[in-house]
């Protein structure tokens, strides 16, 4: 069976340290367990995106988005800091996710900043987030600051060191978590539902 992994990217560039960061994360995870990715970048949602405030008014594309997320058998909540907390985008993706559909669901905290101080993000925003949601955010997150990067490049062993802890510590929940993602990963191409989780 296969771990189907869903990234919600706060990053609004390209080629970010954020996203370098959840290379390093993937990558380690699939040393674990066969994995399937599946990678949600909030700021390329379009217009309708920023301006619905009801999931009742987000269209059909935008629908099966959120979908994917709800469905995932792993999320990587995955975010720069700006201003002491998450973006504002990122916060709003999860606005438009119904109350419930994570509930029990595996969540991993990542986050990047400018220095050691913004790691506070994952206890004091990302945490209680998804603690409104009930969802079942894995007990080590994994921060990084600028100086733990060549360019987009992680380098810190001891980041990577903390990576691999909170991986293993869950290794056999995340095993049991997995589910027939390869079938979901056919269908979801095409705009298919994933099954439900």
Known sequence: MTLRVVVINGSPHEKSKTL???DVILQTLSTILPITVDRIDVYRLGAAFGLAT???EVGAE???VLQRAEHADLLIAAVPVYRGSYPGLFKHFFDLIDQYALANKLV???ATGGGDHHALVLEHALRPLFGFFQAMT???GIFASAGDFDGTVLLNPRVYGRIEVA???VADLLRSRATGAMAWAATS???GR????
Do not use: H, K, M
């Open 138 to 140: 894995i007990p080590v």
């Open 167 to 169: 991986l293993t510590d």
């Open 108 to 110: 991993l905290l990542a």
């Open 54 to 56: 009801e999931r009742e």
């Open 194 to 197: 994933p099954p439900e989780s």
């Open 20 to 22: 370098g960061l959840v």
């Open 62 to 64: 935008l629908e099966a």
């Open 189 to 191: 191409a095409d705009g």
